[in-house]
């Protein structure tokens, strides 16, 4: 049972560019949480997805930083006009349900903005 | 909202030493409290997690403690070996909130041969 694939795992962007982070989630997990982790400091939440629905968004920046979690593929992390500040790892992790509390992370794709 | 206080920050011990992390909690609410593991450029593992209505949980070397009153919880690692050297995170969440992790800040652990 393959765990959480994140790709891709590095990512360099210029300023203003766009990134795009995939996240498919382990074997029949439907529930997704994205998590950003800055250097030397502990991960913080972001947004949590089930498929097609986004549950709770409240750890997102307002402008700029979108997810979705489609029928079909890999949830997307989408961040427009990437700034120097944006770049971190940015993790994502998966459970069965919710009422399964323990998550499965991914390796994480880190983000530098140049 | 929950916010999680780790300490220490960082921890040398001696192989074959104890170590020891404590965390504390703020909403009282919270019922899952789980702790990961992670090194260097890797995502979080989980080592061992505890729920609410459990005070204490053994696998191995690894032990967590939950005390509810104080809402404090802690990871103690007995024999530590080499490999044992890592940033461990501790985290809590609640079924409420959709079982969103709030992490601690983080120890980062060396084990001396």
């Known amino acids: 049972n393959a765990g959480v694939m994140q790709n891709p795992r590095h990512l360099v962007r210029r300023r203003g560019q766009e990134a795009r982070l995939r996240c498919s989630p382990m074997?029949?997990?439907?529930?997704v949480y994205w998590y950003r982790q800055l250097p030397e400091e502990g991960l913080k939440f972001m947004v949590y997805?089930?498929?097609?629905?986004?549950?709770?968004e409240s750890g997102m920046p307002k402008e700029r930083f979108s997810a979705e979690f489609p029928k079909e593929g890999p949830s997307i992390l989408r961040i427009q006009q990437v700034v120097r500040g944006d770049s971190a790892a940015y993790f994502c992790?998966?459970?069965?349900?919710?009422?399964?509390?323990?998550?499965?992370f991914g390796q994480g794709t880190r983000l530098t903005v140049v | 909202g929950e916010n999680v206080e780790q300490h220490p920050s960082t921890l040398s011990v001696q192989e074959g030493d104890s170590a020891v992390i404590k965390c504390t909690y703020s909403?009282?609410?919270?019922?899952?409290f789980p702790w990961y593991k992670q090194e260097l450029g890797k995502g979080p593992q989980l080592i061992i997690d505890?729920?609410?209505?459990?005070g204490e949980k053994k696998d191995q070397r690894i032990a967590v403690t939950l005390n509810k009153t104080a809402k404090h919880f802690s990871l103690h690692i007995t024999e530590t070996q080499p490999e044992d050297s890592a940033v461990y995170f501790c985290?809590?969440?609640?079924?409420?909130?959709?079982?969103?992790?709030?992490f601690g800040g983080g120890t980062r652990v060396l084990v001396k041969p």
């Open positions: 909403d009282s609410a919270s019922n899952y």
């Open positions: 074997k029949g997990h439907s529930h």
């Open positions: 985290a809590a969440s609640k079924a409420a909130a959709g079982n969103k992790l709030t």
């Open positions: 505890i729920r609410s209505n459990v």
């Open positions: 997805l089930q498929k097609e629905n986004i549950i709770d």
């Open positions: 992790a998966s459970s069965p349900s919710q009422g399964h509390t323990e998550a499965f």
